[in-house]
T-cell receptor
């Protein structure tokens, strides 16, 4: 049972435009959400996170939006750059479980010139 | 520099052999984790440890074993009982401080059974 879902396996966006990556979850106990970026044959690197008490968190070009009622979150990258091309994983955790994360299957973002 | 070191980066194993993957961190983190990545399946949790000398099974623990004798080290043994061991293995660590914190990952070990 996939508790965290990323339904788009891939996304292609032109440089300078907005990239929107989506993530849905089914476990209502999740209260902390993270996005990781991963290059091939490397470990994921933390990008941005959001607690369930917020609906938006911004860090430079990256913004994460959380819609608790819809159990949906999204990552916006504006403007997109070629170096953003990577696989993006959405992850979620439950309070009190440290960082025991449940990951989605990832979305491969390609930013074209 | 602080970080998580996984070794080796590439590992080949013959069928029927056990193999141990190393994970060391100098971040003074209490919690450590092992994940497995397969194509199209994201990262799945194998084992995790929140304190020295204690660990819990994750979602796919069968065929694996771990130990946590030191805070800095969390080795993973892939046993011959693991039916599909070929995968990319990732070790992570996190602080147990109050509030949610992100996990930091190593560079991974690619295990191939030949």
């Amino acid at each position: 049972d996939q508790q965290v879902k990323q339904n788009s396996p891939s996304l292609s966006v032109q440089e300078g435009r907005i990239s929107i990556l989506n993530c849905d979850y089914t476990n209502s106990m999740f209260d902390y959400f993270l996005w990781y970026k991963k290059y091939p044959a490397e470990g994921p690197t933390f990008l941005i996170s959001i607690s369930s008490i917020k609906d938006k968190n911004e860090d430079g070009r990256f913004t994460v939006f959380l819609n608790k009622s819809a159990k949906h979150l999204s990552l916006h990258i504006v403007p997109s750059q070629p170096g953003d091309s990577a696989v993006y994983f959405c992850a979620a955790s439950v309070a009190g479980t440290a960082s025991k994360l449940t990951f989605g299957t990832g979305t491969r973002l390609q930013v074209t010139l | 520099d602080g970080g998580i070191t996984q070794s080796p980066k590439y590992l080949f194993r013959k069928e029927g052999q056990n193999v141990t993957l190393s994970c060391e961190q100098n971040l003074n983190h209490d919690a450590m984790y092992w994940y497995r990545q397969d194509p199209g399946q994201g990262l799945r949790l194998i084992y995790y440890s929140q304190i020295v000398n204690d660990f819990q099974k994750g979602d796919i623990a069968e065929g694996y074993s771990v130990s946590r004798e030191k805070k800095e080290s969390f080795p993973l043994t892939v046993t011959s009982a693991q039916k599909n061991p070929t995968a990319f293995y990732l070790c992570a660590s996190s602080s147990q401080a109050l509030g949610n914190t992100e996990a930091f990952f190593g560079q991974g070990t690619r295990l191939t059974v030949v």
